[in-house]
């Protein structure tokens, strides 16, 4: 079974700061995709970014950057020039294959919450 | 273009009242999911629907039944709801060919 670990329950950013949030993730498939969704606190989840596992190069989206590192199994999301409206709940999932189609579901960490500071 | 609706927003039920809760997505998208959000957890997979006219269980499907009741629709049933069943219920859609999963806005139970 895949597994996706978030180590940091809760981190500290000052605005227009940069800031890292570690994913690392565990899986067999040959092929998978990573994600990054946003939930701030209204409640609804938010596409930030995608990442293949064939991909040659880190994705990058505006402000957001992922930090993928096959070898190692992390998949880091970087907020560069952080602003206060980026202060939420920030989840990473990896997609996992079901049956023998197309179908597949998220498998998710715990989340880290990212609170930006003046 | 609304993406993904979900009715209702909010609701309280009582220990073993039964209720519908209605996913609907606007993107022509053939998978559609259902999602349950527990306090310090990720989310965790119900049932899922990878096309018209077919549903599969999840992680966690006991207690819960699904309908897709065509390409847009896809609703989630709790036939007799229990306290353990309090949570934040997310459905989701996605293109056959594409990778992301889209998500509606949530509908908060509570269970008393």
């Known amino acids: 079974a895949q597994k996706i670990t978030q180590t940091q329950p809760g981190m500290f950013v000052q605005e227009k700061e940069a800031v890292t949030l570690d994913c690392t993730y565990d899986?067999?498939?040959?092929?998978?995709?990573l994600f990054w969704y946003k939930q701030p606190s209204s409640g609804e989840m938010i596409f930030l970014i995608y990442q293949g596992s064939y991909d040659q190069q880190n994705a990058t989206e505006g402000r957001y950057s992922l930090n993928f590192q096959k070898a190692r199994k992390s998949a880091n999301l970087v907020i560069s020039a952080s602003q206060l409206g980026d202060s939420a709940m920030y989840f990473c999932?990896?997609?996992?294959?079901?049956?023998?189609?197309?179908?597949?579901?998220?498998?998710f960490g715990t989340g880290t919450r990212l609170q930006v500071t003046l | 273009n609304a993406g993904v609706t979900q009715t209702p927003k909010f609701q309280v039920l009582k220990t073993g009242q039964s209720m519908t809760l209605q996913c609907a997505q606007d993107?022509?998208?053939?998978?559609m999911y259902w999602y349950r959000q527990d306090p310090g957890m990720g989310l965790r997979l119900i049932y899922y629907?990878?096309?018209?006219?077919?549903?599969d269980k999840g992680e966690v499907p006991n207690g819960y039944n699904v309908s897709r009741l065509n390409k847009r629709e896809f609703s989630l049933r709790l036939e007799s709801a229990a306290p353990s069943q309090t949570s934040v219920y997310f459905c989701?859609?996605?293109?056959?060919?594409?990778?992301?999963?889209?998500f509606g806005p949530g509908t908060r139970l509570l269970v008393l």
């Open positions: 629907s990878a096309s018209e006219g077919t549903t």
């Open positions: 999932a990896m997609r996992e294959a079901l049956g023998t189609g197309t179908a597949s579901k998220l498998t």
């Open positions: 993107m022509n998208h053939n998978s």
């Open positions: 899986t067999s498939d040959p092929s998978y995709g």
């Open positions: 989701a859609s996605r293109t056959g060919g594409g990778e992301t999963q889209y």
